[in-house]
């Protein structure tokens, strides 16, 4: 299977959208760590998998440069209005479910290391294990966020062929997964 294809498979498992990315053609912005610094999101040292405790944004480009390809994928919830809390909540639960199940797709994919990671954060839990000072519950499933990694999703997002906002009373998450050929693999 191709990373086209992968794509494909990604989108018949519930993505409203999905494309590839060259890991080449990724622009990776060090000025994102200072955002993070400056909790602009709010979830500076709140979670295990964001910033500071995800590692150093160094190590991390390094990983990622250690790829070939991403899958960017999205889905678009609808609210009823700007305040539709209660959407936005279900939006992202729809996510967490796809992206869970993206997972294990593709981690019976043979031929291919992967990396997960998600915009925002790990979603996983409704409040991290950090908050009790416990460790990740699901090491397994955490994903660590796109902007940990210095990539802006608003510049992924149109290299992947789709929006980073797709309308009014709209809510969109990203999940990308990082891919490379094993060591050894023979594929098309
Ligand atoms: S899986 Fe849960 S505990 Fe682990 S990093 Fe994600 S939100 Fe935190």
């Known amino acids: ?34 955002l993070c610094e400056q909790n602009s999101c709010g979830m500076y040292g709140k979670s295990w998998m964001c910033p500071p405790y995800v590692g150093e944004y160094q190590d991390l480009i390094q990983k990622a440069r250690e790829y070939e390809a991403a899958i960017v994928y999205q889905t ?21 479910r796809l992206t869970q199940t993206i997972r294990l797709e593709l981690n019976t994919l043979s031929g291919y290391e992967t990396l997960f990671l998600g915009a925002g954060g790990c979603r ?15 090491p397994d499933q955490a994903l660590a966020s796109l902007e940990a990694y210095c990539i802006n ?30 060591v050894g693999a023979c594929l098309k």
């Open 124 to 138: 996983v839990c409704t409040i991290c294990a950090k908050a009790e000072e416990k460790p990740c519950r699901y």
């Open 1 to 34: 299977m191709n990373y086209q294809e992968i794509a494909k498979k990604v989108l018949a498992l519930g993505a409203d959208r999905a494309g590839v990315v060259y890991v080449s053609e990724i622009e990776f912005e060090p000025s994102f760590r200072t």
């Open 153 to 182: 999703v608003s510049k992924l997002a149109p290299l992947a062929g789709m929006k980073y906002i797709n309308g009014q009373d709209t809510v969109t998450y990203f999940g990308t997964v990082l891919l490379k050929r094993s």
């Open 76 to 96: 678009i919830g609808r609210l009823e209005d700007s305040y539709d809390f209660e959407g936005m909540m279900q939006a992202g639960e729809k996510m967490n």
